[in-house]
C-alpha cells in the first residue's frame, strides 16, 4: 500500500510538473505572438515610408523645368514715371552694385537645376556657402548657365561664405570654393557665424583665433582679388563693433534673418548708420 502511495505521490508531481511546463510554454508562446504583433507593425511602419520615399523621388523626378516657370518681367526703371518702384540693383559699400533679389542655396533639392532655372528666369544672385555642402552642384548649374549664353559672369552676383572651422585659414576657404563653383573670384564673401575663442559642436571643442586675426587675413582676399568684397553673416552689433574698431576694409554687408516677422530694428539702425548693408533672408 505505501508503495502504491509513494507512486501516486511520483504522478502527482510529474503532473504538477507539466503542468507548471505547459504554463510556462503558454506564456512563451504569448511572448512570442507579442513580438510577432510588434514585428507585424514595424514592418508596416517601414513598408509606409519606403512607399513615402518612392512617391517623394518620384515627384522630385517629376520637377518642372525651366520652361514651366513664368520668367520674372523686366522692373522698370526708377524714374519720374515710375517712382514707385525699386531699382534692379542697390549700391553698397566701394562701389559695389548688388541685386536686390537672389536665390539662397540652402537646403534646395536638385541645386543644379534650380541654380540654372533661376539664372534663366532672370535672377541674377546666387547666395550659397561651405555650410550648405552643395557648392559643387551650384557651381554646375552657374557653369551650365553661362556655357549656354544666358548671361555673362560678370552680370552674375555670387556670394559664398566662410564656417567656423574654415575660420584658421580663410584663403585655403575661398580657393576650396572657387574651385567647387568654378570661378574666378566672388563678388562677396562672408564670414558665416561669429565665434569667440572657442566653440563646440557635438562635443568637439575647437579652439578658434580671434576675429582680429580671422578679420585682417578676410581683407587679404579683397586685396588678391578673390573677393570684391567682404561681410558678416549672423552678427549681432557688439559682433560688427569689434570688427569697426580696427578694420582696413569694413564690411560691405551683414546677412541676417529679417522679415515683417522678426524685424531687428537696432540691427538695422545700427547697420543703417554704419553704411552696411542688411542682407535680408526669409527662412
Request: with cysteine; aromatic share 8%.
Amino acid at each position: 500500500m505505501a508503495q502504491i502511495n509513494n507512486i501516486k505521490s511520483k504522478i502527482q508531481i510529474i503532473e504538477e510538473a507539466l503542468t507548471k511546463r505547459e504554463s510556462n510554454i503558454d506564456e512563451k508562446m504569448k511572448l512570442i505572438q507579442k513580438k510577432e504583433e510588434e514585428l507585424t507593425k514595424k514592418e508596416n511602419e517601414l513598408n509606409k515610408k519606403e512607399q513615402e520615399l518612392l512617391e517623394r523621388e518620384q515627384n522630385n523626378d517629376n520637377m518642372p523645368q525651366a520652361d514651366d516657370f513664368n520668367p520674372i518681367p523686366p522692373q522698370p526703371k526708377n524714374d519720374d514715371n515710375n517712382n514707385h518702384s525699386l531699382p534692379t540693383k542697390k549700391t553698397l559699400r566701394y562701389g559695389i552694385e548688388i541685386p536686390y533679389l537672389g536665390l539662397g542655396t540652402s537646403r534646395i533639392f536638385h541645386p543644379v537645376d534650380y541654380v540654372y532655372i533661376s539664372i534663366k528666369n532672370g535672377l541674377r544672385l546666387i547666395d550659397t556657402a561651405f555650410k550648405y555642402r552643395n557648392e559643387e552642384n551650384v557651381g554646375k548649374g552657374i557653369k551650365k548657365a553661362l556655357d549656354e549664353g544666358l548671361c555673362k559672369r560678370e552680370d552674375l552676383f555670387i556670394i559664398g561664405k566662410m564656417w567656423l572651422s574654415e575660420r584658421k585659414d580663410p584663403e585655403k576657404a575661398i580657393k576650396d570654393t572657387l574651385k567647387l563653383l568654378q570661378l574666378n573670384y566672388l563678388d562677396l564673401y562672408l564670414d558665416h557665424w561669429p565665434s569667440g575663442n572657442i566653440y563646440e559642436i557635438n562635443n568637439d571643442v575647437t579652439y578658434q583665433q580671434s576675429i582680429f586675426d580671422v578679420w585682417s587675413k578676410m581683407e587679404s582676399l579683397v586685396e588678391k582679388g578673390l573677393t570684391r568684397g567682404i561681410g558678416c553673416s549672423n552678427y549681432n552689433v557688439q559682433s560688427l563693433l569689434n570688427i569697426l574698431s580696427f578694420c582696413k576694409i569694413k564690411p560691405v554687408v551683414n546677412e541676417v534673418e529679417l522679415h515683417p516677422y522678426y524685424f531687428q530694428e537696432n540691427l538695422k539702425k545700427f547697420c543703417d548708420k554704419e553704411n552696411i548693408a542688411l542682407l535680408a533672408i526669409i527662412l
